[in-house]
């Protein structure tokens, strides 16, 4: 009967052991599942990609020069700076502040002669210089500057040398003077043209200008 008694005690304890043996891994089991599945699930998650606006040709860039440029002074290649005096906005959007710099390029300069041919001066955009050190190439169509005619100028120039060279000639020698005397003074007054250059294209600091988008960017 003890012996009995003592095995059936023996065999209750034997599976008791194996039931706490086996809670352990079950609970183990079902802690660590979730928190594989959270990894997986965080896997797949990816940062949503940057969506860009279009700015469309035709654009206006409405700028004022860091960066003096003149028709004397600068060449073709030169570069310059200049910041947005208005800021780009598309469908509502600003995507570029006011304030921004831009770069831009000299395509052409020619200085005025002394005898023909008026200064000129022709550039362009070509990058939009953004905060995070990056630049964004575009496209203008050139800006184009002649400089003002001088043929008027020229004109009473001469006409003044002859004006006064015939006063002159009047007073010293009758009609003929005066002829002679306009003839001397219309050359002296042609000499002087001749001296003289014409006027110059300069744009300094701040000085306005506008510059037309010749292709469509993404930003």
Do not use: W
């Not at 998650?45 to 003096?68: Q, S």
């Not at 947005?84 to 304030?99: H, N």
């Not at 200085?111 to 050190?133: D, F, H, M, W, Y």
């Amino acid at each position: 009967m003890k012996r009995t008694l003592y095995l059936i005690v023996v065999a209750a304890l034997a599976a008791g052991l194996a039931a706490c043996g086996s809670d352990p891994s079950t609970t183990n089991a079902d802690s660590i599942q979730p928190i594989e599945a959270a990894t997986t699930v965080a896997d797949k998650i990816k940062p949503a990609a940057r969506v860009k606006t279009v700015v469309p040709a035709g654009t206006k860039f409405r700028i004022a020069l860091l960066d003096a440029v003149s028709s004397d002074k600068s060449r073709a290649g030169d570069q310059f700076l200049a910041s947005l005096t208005e800021p780009i906005v598309v469908d509502g959007k600003t995507v570029l502040a006011k304030g921004t710099r831009v770069r831009g390029r000299v395509l052409n300069a020619n200085e005025s002669g002394r005898v023909k041919g008026r200064a000129s001066l022709q550039l362009a955009l070509t990058q939009i210089v953004r905060n995070e050190g990056q630049s964004v190439s575009i496209s203008t169509k050139p800006y184009t500057a002649v400089a003002e005619s001088t043929k008027k100028r020229d004109a009473a120039v001469i006409g003044g040398g002859a004006g006064i060279g015939a006063a002159i000639g009047a007073l010293t020698g009758g009609g003929k003077g005066a002829a002679i005397g306009a003839a001397v003074g219309g050359g002296a007054g042609t000499g002087t043209v001749l001296a003289t250059k014409g006027k110059e294209i300069r744009y300094g600091v701040e000085h306005p200008l506008s510059f037309t988008l010749a292709s469509s960017i993404e930003i």
